[in-house]
């Protein structure tokens, strides 16, 4: 891998990580209104969750559902590119969005990732049990070494 990847050359991505009470799968514009629902019924909660720190996501007044869309273009677009993976996460249930997992480098150097993660607030007792699935999805699926779980 050289310095100026994220993932080595001939790597590929995990698209999915299954458990009994959620799963994962790349976040794209047909997640958008369900999305955007879970976020935005759930502002306080993400704020004060750890990895979110600078205040700055998601942003109090929430965004407009096309605002929204144009934000998983985006991931949808590093997904593809490689250069960041975002994944919803997902009932097992009835498949709707409970929360969102992010994989985006660091400026840091003492870490090759940064992982972020949120569930709904009427859900917030999986928010342990996911980041600890994927930090263990991590270590056994994906290159990195020195991930940064945001105090996890």
């Known amino acids: 891998m050289t310095a100026d990847e994220f993932v080595p050359r001939g790597f590929i991505p995990p698209t999915s990580l299954v458990t009994d ?21 759930s502002i306080e909660q993400i704020r004060a969750t750890p990895g979110y720190p600078d205040g700055n996501w998601p942003p109090p007044e929430g965004m407009t559902l096309e605002e929204n869309l ?33 994989l985006y480098p660091t400026a840091a150097e003492e ?24 930090a263990r999805w991590l270590a056994s699926e994906w290159p990195w070494k020195r991930v940064d779980r945001c105090g996890r």
């Open 21 to 41: 009470r959620f799963h994962l799968e790349p976040l794209g514009p047909h997640h958008n209104a369900a999305d955007h629902a879970a976020w935005m019924s």
């Open 111 to 134: 870490w090759d990732v940064t992982v972020q993660s949120w569930v709904r607030s009427d859900m917030a007792e999986l928010d342990a049990a996911l980041a600890d699935a994927v």
């Open 70 to 102: 144009v934000d998983l273009r985006r991931h949808a677009d590093d997904f593809a590119r490689r250069t960041g993976f975002t994944f919803t996460v997902l009932s097992p249930d009835d498949g709707d969005v409970i929360g969102c997992v992010y």
